[in-house]
C-alpha cells in the first residue's frame, strides 16, 4: 500500500527555523518526484515546487522560490520541506504528494498533512 | 501564473447532476491534456479523482467524469450522493517549469 507519512503539527514563533517531513513506503520512492502543497486556513490549495529523489532537480513555483527549501534523503524515502525564518503568514496545512515523472503527471498520493502554526 | 477559475458553490440533490467548470488561459487549460480534478473532504488530505482531462484513477467511480472546451475544463458528478459532498480543486499543467497551476476550488453542497 502506497503512504505517504508526514511529521507533526508544530508550534513556532515568527524568525523560527523549521524542516518538516514526509516519508514515502509501498512503492519505489525513487521512481516518483515528490511534491508540496500548502493550504492556508480556509483557502485553496497552492503547489509550492516538486523534486526528483534521484537527481533532486526542482521546481518552485515563483511565488515559493526563496522562501523555502525541499530536500530528499532517498537512503531513507523522505522528503522535507524547509525554512530558515518562519512568518506568521506561513501558518498553513502542508501536503506533501506523489507525483509520477511523465509529463503533466497529477499528485496521485499524498500525505496526511502537516499543520505548522506560527505566532508570537 | 494566476490560479484557475472555478465558481465558488455548486450544488444538487441526490440523484441528480452537477457540473463545475475550471477556466483558464492557452498557456495552461488550453495548452495541454492535462488536466486533473482532486476532491477534499474537511479536514482530510485532497483525493485525485480525474487525470488527463478524462480519466479515473482505480477506485474513483464513474459517476466521475471529466472534459475540456478550449480555455475551459469542466467536472461532472452525475447520479450525486451525500459523500460527494466536498470541495473540489481544478489543477492543470503549464509547462515544464509550471507542472500545478491549481484552481480557486468549489464546494460542492449536497440538498
Known amino acids: 500500500e502506497v503512504q505517504l507519512v508526514q511529521s507533526g503539527a508544530e508550534v513556532k514563533k515568527p524568525g523560527e527555523s523549521l524542516k518538516i517531513s514526509c516519508k514515502g513506503s509501498g512503492y519505489n520512492f525513487a521512481s516518483y518526484w515528490i511534491g508540496w502543497v500548502r493550504q492556508m486556513p480556509g483557502k485553496g490549495l497552492e503547489w509550492m515546487g516538486i523534486m526528483n529523489p534521484v537527481n533532486s532537480d526542482n521546481r518552485y513555483s515563483p511565488s515559493f522560490r526563496g522562501q523555502v527549501s525541499i530536500s530528499v534523503d532517498k537512503s531513507i524515502s523522505t522528503a522535507y520541506l524547509q525554512w530558515s525564518s518562519l512568518k506568521a503568514s506561513d501558518t498553513a496545512v502542508y501536503y506533501c504528494?506523489?507525483?509520477?515523472?511523465?509529463?503533466?503527471?497529477?499528485?496521485?498520493?499524498w500525505g496526511q498533512g502537516t499543520l505548522v502554526s506560527v505566532s508570537s | 501564473q494566476s490560479a484557475l477559475t472555478q465558481p465558488p458553490s455548486a450544488s444538487g440533490s441526490p440523484g441528480q447532476s452537477v457540473t463545475i467548470s475550471c477556466t483558464g488561459t492557452s498557456s495552461d487549460v488550453g495548452g495541454y491534456n492535462y488536466i486533473s480534478w482532486y476532491q477534499q473532504h474537511p479536514g482530510k488530505a485532497p483525493k485525485l479523482m480525474i487525470y488527463?482531462?478524462?480519466k479515473r484513477p482505480s477506485g474513483v467511480p464513474d459517476r466521475f467524469s471529466g472534459s475540456k472546451s478550449g480555455n475551459t475544463a469542466s467536472l461532472t458528478v452525475s447520479g450525486l450522493q451525500a459523500e460527494d459532498e466536498a470541495d473540489y480543486y481544478c489543477?492543470?499543467?503549464?509547462?515544464?517549469?509550471?507542472?500545478?497551476?491549481f484552481g480557486t476550488g468549489t464546494k460542492v453542497t449536497v440538498l
Open positions: 489543477s492543470a499543467y503549464a509547462g515544464t517549469n509550471t507542472p500545478y497551476v
Open positions: 488527463e482531462v478524462t
Open positions: 504528494a506523489r507525483r509520477p515523472s511523465t509529463t503533466g503527471a497529477p499528485f496521485d498520493y
